[in-house]
């Protein structure tokens, strides 16, 4: 790496720099994360990264979990982007005005969830908790939960591209 701090970013940091040490990266560890966080019955969620813990300014991290068997009530997340990272178990999502699509997701899949969409986590095993790592577009846990008549069979949807062919395709 070189020496000479000719990185572009670098001469752009104020003659009074801030206070690294206080100000710079922050560990957190597994078992530090806190659970006093909006929730939404049927699963638990901590955060690890947000505003009062961090300081974050434009995201919110943490993780959940849902019990074997179980499912969220439906709910979204407001004006906010949700990434879910899969860590172990099986995830069934359920989303739409009336929960109406159905698609699954397993250890190393990520899901996104757009502002505004209804949904509902489930955990597809009876046997084993689902664990996801969870990333938000803001800094603060967004949860609006809601009242849905959901359909009894929802449509199965699947990620199909040009590089993704539908599985009854192959």
Same mark, same amino acid.
């Given at each position: 790496m070189s020496q000479d701090h000719e990185h572009p970013h670098y001469n752009d940091v104020p003659s009074t720099a801030p206070d690294w040490r206080e100000h710079g990266v922050k560990v957190i560890k597994g078992d530090q994360l806190d659970s006093n966080t909006a929730q939404t019955p049927g699963m638990n969620r901590a955060a690890a990264i947000n505003a009062a813990r961090v300081g974050a300014q434009k995201i919110w991290? !943490?993780?959940?979990? /849902? %019990?074997?068997? =179980?499912?969220? !009530?439906? #709910? #979204? %997340?407001? =004006?906010?982007?949700?990434? /879910?990272?899969?860590? @172990?178990?099986?995830?069934?999502? @359920?989303?739409?005005? #009336?929960?109406?699509?159905?698609?699954?997701?397993?250890? !190393?899949?990520? /899901?996104?969830?757009?502002?505004?969409?209804? %949904?509902?986590? /489930?955990?597809?095993?009876? *046997? *084993?908790?689902?664990?996801?790592?969870?990333? @938000?577009? *803001?800094?603060?846990?967004?949860?609006?939960?809601?009242n849905i008549d959901a359909v009894e069979q929802p449509e199965t949807v699947f990620w199909v591209d040009p590089i993704h062919k539908h599985p009854h395709d192959h």
């Open positions: 991290a !943490g993780t959940v979990t /849902i %019990h074997p068997n =179980a499912k969220t !009530g439906a #709910h #979204h %997340h407001g =004006a906010l982007e949700s990434v /879910i990272y899969v860590v @172990r178990g099986q995830a069934r999502m @359920r989303w739409g005005e #009336h929960l109406e699509f159905t698609a699954e997701a397993g250890p !190393g899949d990520f /899901i996104f969830v757009p502002p505004y969409v209804p %949904h509902q986590e /489930i955990n597809a095993s009876t *046997d *084993d908790p689902l664990e996801c790592v969870l990333v @938000r577009s *803001d800094n603060e846990a967004v949860v609006v939960n809601l």
